[in-house]
């Protein structure tokens, strides 16, 4: 049973991990076309309006997706399908009506948003982004059921039209537009593309209604004479989404609040007190938001990891499963390392060849943007290791802890981004500096409140070691490469054999140095396979070291949850959660 688990957990990130790679190739193809025949300015309004859009989208589902993840879950792990349904009906009305609001506020508000971010000329990509917020709330009530049922291949699927559309519509709207339009050209074919995101947007939408309306056809088939305990009254079930739900929006606010802040800060002190003019505060601004797209790329694959994490762990704690839930959690941040440690040092290692490859038609761009992205390189492992803490501090219940963190990382980076976007010497660098520091603070103090509750998983320093000293024999010989290649072939050229070289590096150093398990390994596709091949043996575990007790994991009085015993919790008894009784 707790084989399958980890299993589950496993499958569901690879599935969600394999979606994200194909995505995220996808969105460099919609990307990387804008960022060179659309100016730095121009994109400036693109990464505005994306920036004040994730902010409504924060506000209107960040927590509930989690939420409902949970909840069905939960009710999943005990075999109560009806609650599930329920929970799911109660999200989806609440994710209309608050998609909708913020669609409408978007829209319309789109002349002052603008002019509070000191770019009024943005105001028309803002609007025309706003209608994804109505999209994307349906999806995410439709996301947040299928992933609390470990079902993540809707979620891929939809996440994979959105990219595929988003391209074919988006990019040729803009390249048509820059051809055709001759006032103000990158203005419009910022808008542009943005129309080309909000009908991906809809049609992601469409096909997980499609597929939820199959499914439900499916579950009614196969649930006929299952007796379940009586729903609780959907005001109950609404109570308990938003009490779960609204410490997690609140958190996860911070994120995109802050980078709302940080680029406002941007415009107005770079105006204001570094003296430059508006058109140099948008390229600078549209500069930056290039180093943070390339950023975004290898943090992103830990957002699966996450993802998979919650409704899986949140029924081994359900189940008092101590031992798996140590197990599951200390594989989620192992894998997090795994990913973000070698990809905090290759970007750093090649970030002014990768801007010089990707920019490649703006070279002065690249050439501002690749010390920015070094900058940023330093928190890529720290992103990660932020997404899979805060979920691990959510399947215990623990919704505040993270909120409280990351409003201290908060503070701190908008006290530092002020500070230092005002000297004229460090202007934008000052916005790259103050996110390294504001991610690590945040970390820390997530990893600090998980070991209360976790005292006997592995430790993530002794997980790291092995991981940092492959990464760092990774980018030694890699750069080497790249150097010798360079005089070969043009250094844009040289880039990609040299990270492929140090992607295979990587591999060998991390099994050489013991930084993943033989468990880690048979977890994935042909496991067992690569094992033998690693030659990696499974380890000695003694009939004692498998039976020892663990301690209960502890939480703040306040935010502390009983686990349920099984028989207590299927017959909705004293100890079930309070909207199953």
Known sequence: MAQDKKQSFMKGAAILSASTLIVKLLGLLFSIPLANFI???GMSHFYIAYNIFGLFLMLSTAGLPIAVSRMVGTAFSQGHRREADQVFSVAFWLFFSLGLLGCLVMFFGADQIAQWYGSPAANFAIMALAPTLFFISIESSLRGYFQGRSNMIPTATSQTIEAVTKVIIGVGLAFYIIRSVKV?????????????????AALGAVYLLLYKLFQGRWDRRHARGQEEPPLVSRQEMLRSLVRFAVPITIGSCFLSLL????????????????????????????????????????????????????????GAIAAKDHHQVDRISSTALRVTLLIGIPSSVGMGVFSKPICQLLLYNQPEVAQEAAPLLTMLSVAIAFSGMLFTTNAILQSFGRATRPVVDMAVGGIIKIVLSYLLIGIPQVAAMGSAISTVVSYVVMVVLNLFAIRTSLPHMDSVVKTALPLLLSSAVMGGVSYGAYGLLSLLVSPRVAVLPAIGLAILVYAVCVVVFRGVSYDDVVMLPKGQTLARLLRMKPPRRSSRAAVQPVEEPSAPAEERVPAPPREEARSGGKYAPRHMR
């Open 259 to 314: 980078d709302t802040v940080d680029g406002a800060i941007l415009m107005n002190r770079l105006q204001e007190a570094a003296r430059f003019t508006q058109e140099q505060a948008d390229w600078w601004n549209g500069t930056l938001g290039h180093a943070r797209k390339f950023f975004d790329l290898p943090g992103a694959f830990v957002v699966p990891i996450s993802t998979s994490l919650l409704p899986i762990l949140s």
């Open 184 to 200: 103000d050209p990158d203005r419009w074919a910022a808008v542009g593309a943005i129309i080309g995101v909000s009908v991906s």
């Open 39 to 41: 100016d730095p300015e």
